[in-house]
């Protein structure tokens, strides 16, 4: 249930029974007590209904969220009025006429062009008319204003069309057909096809006589204006992932690719519990280096009668250097070594001419009707943002970005302002995300700068203000700034603490955000800008049963690094009776996805592992949460620090960790355990085996044991491919250090996992028992992807967690 507000009965209402009921739910949160295995790994249903992806309606008065359905994964819409506080459940007819998060407006601001369930429709913001433009089972996508501010274009299929508000009439810009076109000869040698000709006049009459009239259906298509026909033949040789119409309707920017790219060698992911009582497999990813993305090229197309143009991206800054070329040596010696033929090897780690590029994303300046493009090389050293003149053809590089470990995959978004005169983006080029601001080739400006992070960009309608979301604060407290777009000091907007994201109203006059800490899930607040303290809160989503419950709240500390100058921010949670006096048992949980950040003061997407931290914390263990190098939040030299050396860095920390919580809170350095899931089940092998004496236990949870086995957009990031950089996976990988366990490992592992397959558990296994190693056991789940959806399966693996550390490590 959604509440606006609380109201508690006086003492007089109270009946005896309530009274009771509080008191056993007050004794229960001092104990702890209520804080079980089985209701921690329930459904998460229990804890409420938080709510999401909030924006604001074109009237700003009224926010628009979802929220979850109980027992099921359907999603409501609710609609906030900001000032009555009233909440209403939308009903079914109600959701095409409340717009939508991201529709377009025209430059008067007082219209908005949208799609609802596949249809456009546009609104008129003055007195919220809404006119339907399409009604078909043909879905719309794309929708904006045309820069003559009276066509409202959309996307169906491989077709553009445009409706002309003032006369209603329906044009189609674009009708893009992968495929030959008919009038074409054929030019390629097919003896069969040329036999067909030579033998059978009656073919050669056929199709004169259907060239004819397609070509006489053309000309007089092109002689009749009313007509307006733009069809494309592109070819039946590429495929176009990227279609981008330009502002003026008359010209289209395509990304293109082959359309037979040879995909690599697919997994097979076997499924033992089936509906059908079958076993039944299906193919899945490749390998890292199986499959390296294809290059893509960038054309212009001219809608009206023009053929497509390649842009000529040899002039992108850097695209002819080879990054790997250091690497290349060594990698065809390591190959040698281990058995390959030289001559093969070095003709496979040859380097390219020019280095192939994928295509993250296009920005049209509707002023100008040029289009901002973000490449990215696909070996990961090298991203541009170049900027095309539809009119001229004319490209040019404004902003090239370098890193010789890897581009960061966040810090990407970028946009025109809405005049024109500027392009801005996120840039890791300082050391940390920030915001800058071009205005041509080399003149670019810094709108922030400092040792933090700025992401979720805004700009307001006015183009006065940039606001954005930053730990500026504290690594781990995100708040809500904005820095005027002319430059200037940056101004904090809210002052809540914990992890904050935000929707601006359309009068820049207030914000809703969704807050939360480390001890309560999302709720949504109003702040009104300009006003300090004004924060209010709008939703009471969380349930009774949770709040009633004694947990934990983690201590958010600074562990001072051996090796590096900055420390190790952790979450520390402690027993409730903690006595400097007594020796305690100690477990180092390990987030996952590597890039990730956990000990933020926020809600933790780790929400089950907080509950299982304080049930251990209240059973006299000291928990530590670490965000070891590697991790999101801190900045480039904290990611890169694993580059080509997965495992080494980040165990590092963890070993300085385990000295520092037995220094200064009394812990047994000889009953540690670990624990962690994904990224955090391999930092546990690799903890267990190149540390064997460190730790008491270890749980491995969907862990990775050789990279060589993971992705390739993930993997070839930090550790290049196999191919050239075969050393970095020898160097990273788990099962080339299996030798060393020596401490009891528990490794759990879902069957149905597509992202780390249950392969690598298997073949990790299997080196084990040839190893001749004895203390570990597995626990597989026969219905569980990579991230476990199924009560049943949450609590089984996290008792057998529980029982290790409760036998080894207590």
């Not at 592109?234 to 003026?248: F, M």
């Not at 420390?567 to 903690?578: A, S, W």
């Amino acid at each position: 249930m959604l509440k606006r507000r609380h109201t508690q009965p006086g003492p007089s209402l109270l009946t005896a029974g309530l009274l009771l009921a509080l008191f056993c739910s007050n004794s229960l949160a001092e104990s702890g007590e209520g804080i079980t295995l089985e209701r921690i790994m329930d459904h998460p249903d229990w804890l409420g209904q938080a709510p999401e992806s909030p924006y604001w309606r074109e009237d700003g008065r009224h926010v628009v969220f979802q929220q979850k359905q109980e027992g099921e994964e359907i999603r409501d819409y609710f609609q906030l009025d900001m000032e009555s506080g009233e909440i209403e459940k939308l009903a079914a007819d109600q959701l095409s006429r409340i717009g939508t998060a991201n529709g377009s407006l025209d430059r008067t601001q007082r219209r908005l062009a949208y799609a609802h369930d596949g249809n456009v429709f546009v609104k008129h913001l003055d007195d919220g008319r809404i006119r339907q433009l399409t009604r078909s089972a043909g879905p719309a996508t794309e929708v904006r204003f045309l820069a003559d501010d009276f066509r409202v274009a959309w996307r169906s299929g491989q077709s553009w069309h445009a409706y002309d508000l003032e006369t209603g009439l329906v044009e189609e810009l674009a009708d893009l057909r992968l495929e030959k076109d008919p009038l074409e000869d054929e030019a390629s040698f097919d003896f069969l096809r040329m036999q067909q000709e030579r033998l059978f006049k009656t073919l050669n009459r056929e199709r004169d006589t259907e060239q004819a009239l397609t070509r006489h259906e053309r000309e007089i298509a092109r002689a009749d204006e009313k007509r307006h026909h733009r069809i494309h033949f592109l070819g039946d040789d590429i495929r176009t992932p990227v279609q981008s119409l330009a502002p003026s309707g008359d010209q289209m920017l395509l990304v293109v690719e082959p359309a037979q790219v040879d995909g690599g060698r697919t997994g097979t992911m076997p499924a033992y519990v089936t509906e059908s009582g079958y076993v039944e497999t299906q193919d899945v990813r490749t390998r890292v280096g199986q499959n390296p993305p294809v290059g893509q090229q960038l054309w212009l197309l001219e809608l009206d009668g023009g053929e497509p143009v390649a842009l000529d991206l040899g002039e992108l800054p850097g695209i002819n250097d080879d990054p790997l070329a250091d690497l290349r040596p060594e990698a065809i010696e390591w190959h040698v070594e281990h058995g390959a033929p030289r001559e093969e090897v070095e003709q496979a780690l040859e380097a390219p001419e020019q280095r192939d590029v994928r295509f993250m994303g296009v920005e049209w300046d509707r002023e100008n009707n040029r289009a901002a493009v973000m490449l990215r090389a696909v070996d990961n050293k090298d991203r541009w943002i170049v900027v095309v003149d539809a009119d001229s053809g004319e490209m040019e590089s404004w902003h090239r970005l370098t890193d010789p470990a890897w581009i960061n995959w966040n810090f990407n978004e970028f946009g025109w302002l809405r005049d024109g005169s500027g392009l801005w983006y996120l840039s890791e080029e300082s050391g940390y995300g920030h915001l800058y601001l071009a205005t041509g080739p080399n003149r670019h400006r810094a709108l922030t700068e400092g040792r933090y992070k700025v992401n979720n960009i805004t700009l307001d309608r006015d183009q006065e203000y940039f606001y954005y979301r930053a730990n500026q604060p504290h690594p781990g407290v995100y708040e809500i700034f904005r820095v005027p777009v002319a430059g200037g000091e940056a101004e904090q907007l809210t002052e809540l603490g914990g992890q904050n994201d935000f929707a601006l109203s359309p009068k820049a006059d207030r914000l809703v955000v969704r807050h939360d800490n480390a001890m309560t899930p999302p709720e949504l607040y109003s702040v009104k800008i300009g006003e300090p303290g004004s924060a209010e809160r709008l939703t009471h989503t969380v349930s009774e049963e949770f709040k009633a419950l004694d947990w934990i709240a983690p201590e958010f500390v600074e562990v001072p690094s051996s090796h590096v100058d900055d420390p190790i921010h952790t979450r520390l949670y402690l027993p409730p009776d903690f006595d400097p006096e007594k020796e305690y048992p100690a477990v180092f949980f390990v987030h996952g996805a590597g890039y990730l950040q956990n000990a933020h003061q926020g809600w933790s997407q780790y929400f089950r592992e907080f509950m299982f931290h304080s049930k251990l914390a209240h059973e006299g263990y000291v928990v530590m949460d670490m965000d070891y190098r590697a991790s999101a939040g801190y900045g480039r030299d904290w990611r890169t620090a694993i580059y080509r050396q997965m495992g080494h860095p980040e165990l590092e920390d963890h070993v300085g960790g385990v000295n520092w919580v037995v220094e200064n809170y009394s812990v047994d350095p000889d009953r540690i355990g670990i624990y962690g899931g994904s990224y955090g089940g391999f930092m546990t092998f690799m903890a267990l085996f190149r540390e064997p004496e460190m730790f008491a236990a270890g749980a491995a949870l969907r862990p990775v044991s050789d990279w060589a086995a993971y992705n390739h957009p993930y993997t070839s990031n930090i550790l290049n491919t196999p191919e050239v950089d075969p050393m970095a996976f020898e160097r990273s990988s788990p099962i080339e250090y299996a030798e060393g366990l020596e401490r009891p490992l528990l490794i759990t592992s879902g069957m149905l996992d597509d992202n780390v397959f249950y392969q690598d558990v298997v073949r990790l296994t299997q080196r084990l028992l040839e190893l001749g190693k004895e203390d570990f056991e597995n626990a597989m789940y026969p219905l569980e992807p990579h991230g476990f959806e199924h009560p049943e399966a949450w609590l089984d693996q996290y008792r057998r967690i529980y029982k290790l550390f409760d036998r080894y490590v207590k």
